[in-house]
Structures are given as structure tokens and as C-alpha cells.
């Protein structure tokens, strides 16, 4: 293959005061793959909630606050365009798609890795936080875990599949639900709501109950529910689950809004054995789930389970579903220099979907 022209710098979107919802575009060096990496030219990333936590300094987990000048994202897809040294017998190559997901880099090495949870890597890197994230045309990642792009899907509908689309199939086969089961998703008008609407109707065959503001209606029938509960009108949720599904209440739940209030109800709306699913992370002073008891909890055999994001081989499992057309992200694309304003929609909770940057 012909060589590629690398330019000297090239343009990033970064966090320039973080605390607050800003961005600003800056020229940085591009750099070289050192051991065992490739230099991939990014075209699209998605944008994702979990970067305004990190932006916003809002997540108390976080060890260390975000320093400005990070450059933020997760969701990237492009080309590699250059090899570092010991990459001779990697899976990819120079001309390859592949893209960079949340988890950055692993270690491969400790308990967690070698059980096969890579999502949950004692030793992890994640991208946009202690690596320079997708929002720029240029990232280096370890050859030996960027995650290849089918052929027949495009990078801008890849691109969110690498979160939301893996981290809710994932949260989906952890859930327990089978086919034909009872399934409610909270936030499921979200970037990663009406994902998980598709793959759990039409990849899972679970009957789904959308649960999200009226604004989100459409959005979440056209994905496949069966129902849609919405929030501002409908004095108790639980009672309303309950009524769709013959008294009882839904097999799982998935929680995939960082809303407090989602969680405070989420264990109310399930039957006997039932299970709640724990993606969105909560902002601020956490709220402790309500009926959360030991005498409750035991009584109805429940239990609550917690997904940050899936692991390798569910993200090359969750893209295989997406060039099949099982799983399409609603989205539309934004240029790099449009970031501020969308976190800003998206943050204010009128976000529909997905927003995929295009990085040219």
C-alpha cells in the first residue's frame, strides 16, 4: 500500500476550562506510535454523556479532576495510517478502519483481563481522560486492542456503537431476560436509550417498555418497544408497569439515565426475580435506590447487577449487529467546532439520539 502524507499538526477539539461546558478547537503535534501502537486518522466521534462528567468534573469517582487542555471522547473511528515498531504481526494493517472505544488500553494481564472482563481492567486506560480522547483528527492506540469496522457500515453509524452500542448489549446480556420477557428501559429516548430499545426487540425478541420524556415518544416506538411510559404524566411509574405486564412488573430493568430519580424506582418496577441493570452513572450526591432493603430484596429474590461498558468480543459482536441493519443509531453529524453547543443541548436534556463530529 502506498504511503500515507502525515501532517506535522493537526486540529483537536479540547476541554480549555474544565468544571464548565467548554471547548475550544487547538493545533497539536502529531505524534509518533511508540511500541506495540498505530496511528489512526480519525473522521468521526461520537459524543457521549459520560464526556460531560468528565469535562464537568462531576463524577467523584474519578480520581484526579480533568486538567485543561484534555482532549476528550470515546467514540472514534478512522483509518490507521501508520505502525509502530513490534506491530509486524498484529491483526490490523496500514489502510485498516478501526476504532477507539472508552476503554483505551488494557493491560491483559491482570485477574480482570484474564477472566475475559477487559471491560473492567484492574489497570485500564480511559479515552478522553488519562488518554487523549477522539475529538481530533489523529490518536494513537494499542494495535493489539482497537476494534475492527465492519465492511458495509459507515464510520458515522459506527462510531456510537462503540459505547452505547456495546455497553448497552452488553447491559442487555446481563440483564437475564430471554426471549419474550418483560424488559424496561429508563432513558430509552437517550443516546444509549434507543439502542437498547433495538437490540432488545429485535436482536433479543424481549417485549420492551420505553420509559423516557413524551418529547421522546416516536423515537422510542420506531425503535421497536411496545409500549412508552412518559414521565411528566404518569403519577406512578411503577403502577403503570405493573398494568402492561399482567400485575407482575418486567423481568429486568436497565437504567441507562444518569438521573437519581430513575434509580430511586428502578427495583419497584420489577416481579419476583427480577433484575435491575446499573449503567448511567449519577452526577452529584447519589440517591439511594428505593425498596433497596435486605428484607425486600430477599422476599422477591431480586437482585442488581452493574455494566460500565462490554468487553472486546461484545464490541466486534454489537458492530456485526449494526452492519446487518439489526441496530441503527439515530443521529446526525456536527462539525468539530460545533462541540460546546451540542454538550449544551445535551446537558439541558433536549438531545435526541446520538451526535456523531465529523473530525475533517
Known sequence: MASVEIPKTYKAAVYDKPGSISTKIEMLETPEPGPGQVLINLTHSGVCH??????????????FPTQA????????????????PGTESAAVKVGDRVGIKWISAICDSCPACLAG?????????????????????????PA????????????????????????TYAAL???????????????????LGHLAVQLSAHAMAHRVIGIDASSKRDLVLSSGASHFIPLETTPSIPEAVKELTGGLGAHAVLVLTANNAAYATS?????FGGRVVCVGIPEGEPVPIKSALPQFIVAKALSVVGVAVGDRREAIEVLEFAARGVVKTHFRIEKMEKLTEVFQEMFEGKLQGRVVLELS
Open 173 to 191: 446480556r446481563r440483564s437475564g431476560a430471554e426471549s419474550g420477557q418483560w424488559v424496561v428501559i429508563l432513558g430509552a429516548g437517550g443516546g
Open 50 to 63: 459520560s464526556d460531560i462528567g468528565v469535562m464537568m468534573n462531576s463524577w467523584a469517582a474519578l480520581p
Open 117 to 141: 472482563h477487559d471491560g473492567i481492567c484492574f489497570n485500564q486506560k480511559v479515552s478522553g481522560y488519562y488518554t487523549p480522547g477522539t475529538f481530533q483528527q489523529y490518536v494513537l492506540g
Open 267 to 271: 427495583l419497584d418496577l420489577l416481579r
Open 69 to 84: 487542555g484534555q482532549v476528550g471522547g470515546h467514540e472514534g473511528v478512522g483509518k490507521i495510517v501508520k505502525m509502530g
Open 144 to 167: 493489539s486492542y482497537v476494534t475492527p469496522i465492519p465492511d458495509g457500515l459507515d464510520s458515522a453509524s459506527a462510531a456510537p456503537m462503540l459505547c452505547a452500542g456495546v455497553t
